[in-house]
C-alpha cells in the first residue's frame, strides 16, 4: 500500500441503505471506495480490483460473508487483505464464525461513525506495517532489488509455474568488474556509485515480469520467466552497451555474466541452477583477466 495513495475500501452489504451509510462515511475522511451488493459481486470485483480492507456483512443472500471470507483466504491474491465484518451487536455465534474463517475485526450495526473509522483506520496502519515489514525483509536496503534470501524462494516458485506452463525460464549470474579496486583507491562510497550504476542499467532494460537480486557484494541474480537463452542473452548484451562509454575515476563500468536455462521437467533445483549460471560467470570473468594480461 502506498503511504501518498488513498486507501481504497470494498464494502459488501445487501442492504443498500448500509452501503450507502458506510460509503458516504469513508468518503468524507479520504477512503476509496467500491460497492458489492452481494457476495458473488464481491468475488466478481476482486478479480480485478485489489483493496486495502473488505468490510464485508456476514448475513448476505447466496453466497454469505463467512463462504467469501473463506474463499479469499483460500487464494494467494486476496489472502492477505484483512476482511472486517459487519455484525448485529448480538450476533456473538456469527462473530466467532467470522474469526474462523479468517476475519481480524468486526464493525456493529447500528454503525457508530467513531468507532467504525477507528477500527479502518488500526487496520489501515497495520497493513502498511507489515508491508514495510516484508518489504524490508525481501529487500536489499542499498540497491532497492530483492536481497539473497528471496531469490532462492522465487526461484523455487519460477520453476513450479515453468513446469506447469511448459514452458522455460532463464537465469543469469552478474559479477560487477573493478568493484575492489574502486573501493580500495577511492572508498566504498564510489563503490556504491557503481554497484547503484549497473542496477539502474538494470532496471532500465529488464522486462516488468522479471527479477534483480543481490546475492553479495558486487554479485546479482537475474530471473527471466517464460524466456529463451537467445533473448536473454541480447537483453544483457544491451545492457552492457548502455554502460560502455560510462566510467568510474578512470575506469570503465561493466560486469561479467554467465548463464543457465531451465526447461520444464528438467530435473534442476534452485541452487543448482545458480551454480552453474555462476560457475560460467566465473569462466567469462577468467576469460576478461586472461585477455588484459595478454594485451598488456
Known sequence: MNDDKKPLILIAD?????????????????????????????????????????????????VNGIKVCQSLKEKESTKNIPVLFITALSDTKDKLKAFKAGGIDYITKPF?????????????????????????????????????????????????????????????????????????????AEGDKLINTVVNALNSVI?????????????????????KLTDSDNMIKRIRESLRDKKMKGIPIDFSFGFSEFQAKDNLLPDELIKIADSN????????????VIES
Not at 468507532?115 to 479502518?120: D, G, M, N, P, Q
Not at 522465487?154 to 522455460?168: C, D, F, G, M, V
Not at 543481490?214 to 537475474?222: A, I, S, V
Open 14 to 62: 445487501d442492504n443498500s441503505l448500509n452501503l450507502k451509510i458506510l460509503e458516504n462515511m469513508l468518503k468524507r475522511k479520504g477512503y476509496q471506495t467500491v460497492l458489492a451488493e452481494n457476495g458473488y459481486q464481491a468475488l466478481e470485483l476482486l478479480q480485478n480490483q485489489q483493496p486495502d480492507i473488505i468490510l464485508l456483512d456476514i448475513m448476505m443472500p447466496g
Open 207 to 227: 522486462r516488468a515480469s522479471d527479477y534483480i537480486f543481490r546475492m553479495g557484494g558486487d554479485e546479482f541474480l537475474l530471473i527471466f520467466p517464460k524466456a
Open 112 to 188: 457508530i461513525q467513531e468507532e467504525v473509522l477507528a477500527r479502518i483506520n488500526v487496520h489501515i496502519e497495520l497493513k502498511k506495517a507489515m508491508e514495510r515489514l516484508k518489504a524490508l525483509s525481501v529487500t536489499d536496503e542499498m540497491t532497492g532489488v530483492f536481497n539473497r534470501r528471496w531469490a532462492y524462494e522465487i526461484l523455487a516458485k519460477q520453476i513450479e509455474i515453468t513446469n506447469r506452463e511448459n514452458s522455460s525460464l532463464v537465469i543469469c549470474y552478474i559479477d560487477i568488474d573493478h568493484l575492489k579496486i574502486i573501493n580500495d583507491n577511492y572508498g566504498h
Open 281 to 292: 560467470m566465473y569462466q567469462q570473468k577468467t576469460e576478461k583477466k586472461r585477455d588484459v
